[in-house]
């Protein structure tokens, strides 16, 4: 019995290291920590978010924008931190689906800075319409040791702004 509760306290102490272990390929490289932030995010109508898994790719001040232009014409933004993001979207995501996809991206780097302008298609299942196209501005921090998101800034196209040609090419 004994061994039993040992083994059991043993499991328990090392569940969070199995889990950050979990996502430790999300973050050793750009293409990786992008590829981690869109499977994060997306899923068809009833599957749970993998919240931690999002949670992991961002540091603590991490900011998400949206910005676009209201029916009036003034462009504004929104700030969220991550923890203010997920409410915001977890129940339409899990009621709708919501599947965002990178179709193209452009990145700089310099250093332990890289910026990203990834072109998003956003549809609900899979094989559904597309919903919504545009692109996300990722701005990344590398530690020496893994990738983070600081932000992600991100326009949706229409009509009268569609993605320029070189920003909407298949990766």
């Not at 328990?12 to 981690?36: G, H, K, R, W």
């Not at 232009?69 to 977890?90: C, F, L, Q």
């Not at 501005?137 to 320029?164: C, K, T």
């Amino acid at each position: 019995m004994k061994r039993i509760v040992s083994l059991l306290f043993i499991a328990l102490l090392s569940f969070p290291v199995m889990s950050q272990n979990a996502y430790e390929t999300d973050v050793q490289s750009i293409d990786s920590i992008i590829e981690s932030l869109y499977a994060s995010i997306s899923g068809e109508k009833g599957e749970e978010r993998d919240w931690d898994r999002f949670r992991n790719l961002f540091i603590l001040e991490a900011k998400l924008m949206p910005t676009g232009v209201n029916s009036k014409g003034v462009a504004g933004y929104s700030a969220w931190g991550v923890e203010d993001y997920i409410p915001r979207v977890e129940k339409s995501f899990l009621e709708n689906g919501f599947i965002e996809t990178e179709i193209s991206k452009e990145v700089e780097r310099f250093r332990n800075v890289a910026h990203v302008f990834s072109t998003y298609e956003s549809r609900r299942t899979k094989e559904g319409a597309i919903i919504a196209r545009g692109i996300n501005s990722i701005q990344l921090f590398y530690d020496n040791n893994r990738w983070w998101v600081v932000s992600v800034f991100w326009a949706s196209e229409n009509p009268d702004h569609p993605i320029p040609e070189k920003y909407d090419i298949k990766n």
